[in-house]
């Protein structure tokens, strides 16, 4: 901003300042996480593999971001950080204001329990349940859940409830473990690959539900790809590559799902 030369231009620098100063704290207020210079080594016998190299990264209530970059470039590895199933070598994590680096394994498991939703590339559904028990196992172990019926309306499968997995398809499987994973209504939703396993058109539905559950709950959602195509749907657009961040990316308008192939 140009320091002011007139009394006119004094009035619009200082409000100018004024703004600047609300709108980070306001992007300070919204911060859900905020990771700072994470690092983290696996330690295979001699071998040491360095999955992230120093990232910072702040997601904000509420945003969509897609983490995009190659595979091995350390995406699985910051999503769980963030989730709480992994924890950094050095660096902090925090979520609001508390601080998961420091969290031992009962902390890790609670605050999964409480706040995080998971999307696997796998679904990982009981074979032996409905959908509607599989989605019951988590809202009858939460605090204020959804009803299964309403989780499972919510990915469109009002009509499959009592199907169990096999008699699904792949993509109604993936809604069914979508449903499970919002069910509690979670603050965050974690993505790792949720189309992986899906052709184009059972993968647009997938994202659908996705960025429903985004707009109408409101779930600050992460999802991780190596589909550039998918980047368009996101508010910002992280590049990994090599455990770092690379650039990241503000969409100034998002594409729709259904505007998206591959
Ligand atoms: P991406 O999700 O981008 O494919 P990952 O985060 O899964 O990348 O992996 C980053 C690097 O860390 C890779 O070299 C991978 O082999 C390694 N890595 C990930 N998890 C483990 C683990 N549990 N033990 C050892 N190495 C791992």
């Known amino acids: 901003m140009a320091k002011p030369q007139k009394i006119n231009d004094t009035v619009s620098y200082q409000s100018n300042l004024l703004n600047q100063m609300a709108s ?4 300070v207020e919204n911060t859900v996480f905020n990771a700072h210079d994470i690092t983290k080594v696996y330690e295979m016998g001699e071998v040491k593999v360095h999955a992230l190299r120093g990232v910072d990264l702040s997601l ?5 971001v897609v983490l995009l970059g190659p595979s091995g470039s350390g995406k699985s ?3 769980n950080i963030l989730g709480g199933l992994d924890t950094p070598s050095s660096g902090t994590v925090r979520y609001h204001d508390h601080d998961l680096s420091i969290y031992d394994d009962n902390a890790l498991t609670t605050y999964r329990r409480e706040h995080v939703g998971f999307v696997f590339q ?3 559904l009981i074979p032996s349940l409905t959908a509607r028990e599989n989605v019951a196992l988590v809202t009858e172990i939460s605090i204020n859940p959804m009803t299964p019926e309403e989780a499972l309306r919510l990915v469109g499968l009002e009509q499959r409830m009592d199907h169990f997995p096999a008699q699904l398809s792949g993509g109604e499987q993936q809604r069914v473990a979508i ?4 069910a509690k209504r979670p603050e965050v939703l974690l993505c790792d ?4 396993a899906l052709d184009v058109q059972t993968g647009v539905l997938v994202l659908e539900v996705i960025e429903r559950i985004n707009r109408e709950l409101g779930t600050t959602t992460a999802v991780i790809t190596h589909n550039a195509a998918i980047a368009g749907m996101a508010d910002r657009v ?3 590559s090599g455990g770092e961040i690379g650039e990241v990316k503000t969409n100034t308008s998002k594409l729709s799902p259904r505007d998206i192939s591959w």
């Open 179 to 182: 449903a499970r994973a919002v």
């Open 77 to 79: 590895t910051l999503l």
């Open 238 to 240: 992280v590049h990994l």
């Open 122 to 124: 796998f679904y990982n």
């Open 60 to 64: 904000y209530q509420g945003e969509f």
């Open 193 to 196: 690959e949720p189309t992986g």
């Open 24 to 27: 980070s704290n306001t992007q």
